[in-house]
């Protein structure tokens, strides 16, 4: 009789150490994949705010691209004719102005560029000077000319004339139109997050000549 009580004992004891090695180990398991699980949720979410970090940085890159745009236009005003070229900012942000130049004729040299804003200055008045027809002497001719200086932020929806020559509507305005399709400019930009956007340059603009 003491010798089955004593095996049921040891069987019993057994059979308890077995149930909770296995519910330990069971345990062991269930925390083991519940951790991998989470690790994987980590993983996903992590590689969501990327994905979502990225669409949100090429957003705001979008959002604020400049596009320069030039026009050559001529306007009737009261006393007198306007030959006009114009530059636009038609993006949807400012374009940091990196170089900008300005050539005349077929001359692959620039007369100059932003860094010396007053020598190229001078340069154009010097073409003006010389090429401009004699009537401009006898009677005024209005000159408006705007160099751009290095890292200029042109900013976005706003215009600006580059060179614009107002004569007397007496004037035949030929030989002004002539003189203004010579000279062409190159605007090299970015956007403010440092991104190049393509060069604009009006020798290879058809449609401003």
Not at 54 to 62: A, D, P, S, V
Not at 137 to 143: D, F, P, Q, R, T
Request: aromatic share 10%; hydrophobic share 40%.
């Amino acid at each position: 009789m003491m010798d089955e009580a004593i095996t049921f004992i040891k069987e019993t004891c057994l059979n308890a150490n077995t149930i909770i090695a296995v519910a330990a180990l069971v345990i062991a398991s269930v925390t083991s994949i519940v951790s991998i699980y989470q690790s994987i949720l980590s993983r996903k979410q992590f590689d969501l705010n990327r994905e979502q970090s990225i669409l949100n940085r090429e957003h705001n890159r979008l959002s604020v691209k400049p596009n320069l745009t030039t026009a050559r236009f001529e306007d009737v005003l009261d006393t007198e004719y306007a030959i006009v070229i114009d530059i636009m900012n038609n993006g949807l942000g400012p374009a940091i102005i990196k170089d900008f130049k300005v050539f005349y004729g077929e001359d692959k040299k620039p007369l100059g560029s932003g860094d010396d804003s007053r020598a190229l200055q001078a340069a154009i008045e010097n073409i003006l000077k010389k090429e401009l027809p004699e009537e401009c002497s006898s009677k005024k001719c209005g000159i408006t000319i705007n160099i751009f200086t290095k890292i200029y932020p042109f900013p976005s929806g706003e215009s600006k004339t580059l060179l614009g020559i107002a004569i007397d509507k007496s004037f035949d305005p030929t030989p002004y139109r002539a003189l203004m399709n010579k000279f062409h400019f190159k605007f090299e930009y970015e956007s403010m997050y440092g991104e190049k956007i393509f060069p604009l340059d009006t020798r290879d603009d058809k449609a401003n000549r």
